[in-house]
C-alpha cells in the first residue's frame, strides 16, 4: 500500500545484525527501503545481510560500537556516502548489564555507565547526528527503543530501567524540538522478545510461570512481531504520529 511505501528511503538500524533489530531492518526491507545495519560484531553483521538480503532493496553493514561518538559520525557519513541520503534512524542497539542484572546496593558504577552509554546515550548522540541530514532530505523518522521497563520498575533493572525511561523523555524532546522540521520521533516498547538478550531469562521455569499468564497474546514475542510497526513508524502513514509510545508486548505490561 502507497501509504507505507518507503521506495527511495534510506534507513540505518543499529543492532539490526538480530534480534528485534533484525525484525525492524526486515520490515524496512520489505516496504522498500534501502537499509543500513550497524553492529560491533562483523560475523553477525556477514550473517544478517546474507539473510536480509534475500529481500530485495539494497541492504549492507557496517561495523559500529554506539558508544563511541567518533564511530557514531562516521557511521551517518557512511551512510550518506552509500545512499545520498538518510531518512530513518532506528536506535535500537542496546544491552542488559555487563556480567548481569545487579541491585542498586550491588552496581558497580562502571556498569552504570556502560548500560546508560549503550542504551541512552547513543540514541542521543545518533540522533543529533542525524539530525541535519534528515533536515537536508525535508523530514525523517526517528525510531528509539524503549521497553517495558521505561514504566516498570524491578530489583535488577538499576541501570537498564533508567535507560529506558529516560529514551521516552529522549524521544519526546527531540520529537518537540524537531516538529518543525517534518522529523517525528517515537518510542517501541518491546516486553518479553525471543532473542538472545532474554534467553537465560526464558530458561527460568519459576519467572515464565509467573509471567506467561500475564501475556494476552498467550507466548513470547518474535522479532517479526516488529516488523510492521517499524514500516508504519518510519513511513508517511505514521506523519501525524510523535512523541509516542507504542508497545509491543502482547498484552503484558496491562496484564494481571
Ligand atoms: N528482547 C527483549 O525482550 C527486549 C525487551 C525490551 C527491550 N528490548 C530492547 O530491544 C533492543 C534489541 O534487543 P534484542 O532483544 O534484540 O537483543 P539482542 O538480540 O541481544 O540484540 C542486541 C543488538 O544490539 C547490538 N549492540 C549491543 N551493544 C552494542 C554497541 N555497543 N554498539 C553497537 N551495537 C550494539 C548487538 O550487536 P553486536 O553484538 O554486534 O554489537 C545486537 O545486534 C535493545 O535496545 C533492548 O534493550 C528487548
Known amino acids: 500500500m502507497q501509504r507505507f511505501d518507503l521506495k527511495g528511503k534510506v534507513a540505518l538500524v543499529t543492532g539490526g545484525n538480530g534480534g528485534i533489530g533484525q525484525g525492524i531492518a526486515r520490515g524496512l526491507l520489505e516496504c522498500g527501503a534501502a537499509v543500513v545495519i550497524a553492529g560491533r560484531n562483523e560475523e553477525k553483521n556477514k550473517a544478517a545481510v546474507s539473510e536480509l ?10 561495523v559500529l560500537d554506539v558508544t563511541n561518538e567518533g564511530q557514531c559520525r562516521a557511521a551517518v557519513e557512511e551512510v550518506v556516502r552509500r545512499h545520498g541520503r538518510l531518512d530513518i534512524l532506528v536506535n535500537n542497539a542496546g544491552m542488559g548489564a555487563p556480567g548481569g542484572p545487579a541491585l542498586p546496593d550491588d552496581m558497580p558504577l562502571v556498569s552504570w555507565h556502560k548500560v546508560i552509554d549503550t542504551n541512552l546515550t547513543s540514541a542521543f548522540v545518533l540522533s543529533q547526528l542525524a539530525y541535519p541530514e534528515m ?11 524503549g521497553s517495558i521497563s521505561s514504566y516498570m520498575g524491578a ?3 538499576t541501570a537498564y530501567g533508567p535507560a529506558k525511561a529516560g529514551i521516552v523523555q529522549l524521544s519526546k524532546n527531540c520529537a518537540s524540538a524537531w516538529g518543525k522540521d517534518n522529523i517525528q520521533v517515537n518510542t517501541i516498547w518491546p516486553g518479553l522478545i525471543d532473542t538472545a538478550m532474554t534467553k537465560t531469562l526464558q530458561g527460568d521455569k519459576a519467572f515464565m510461570a509467573r509471567v506467561l499468564p500475564r501475556i494476552a497474546a498467550g507466548r513470547v514475542g518474535a522479532p517479526h512481531d516488529f516488523a510492521g510497526v517499524a514500516a508504519f513508524l518510519a513511513s508517511r502513514a505514521s506523519d501525524y504520529v510523535t512523541g509516542a509510545d507504542i508497545t509491543v508486548d502482547g498484552g503484558l505490561l496491562w496484564g494481571v
Open 135 to 145: 533536515k537536508k532530505v525535508g523530514g525523517g523518522k526517528i525510531i528509539n527503543i
Open 53 to 62: 538480503s534475500k529481500i530485495g532493496p539494497p541492504v549492507s553493514a557496517l
Open 155 to 157: 530489583p535488577r533493572w
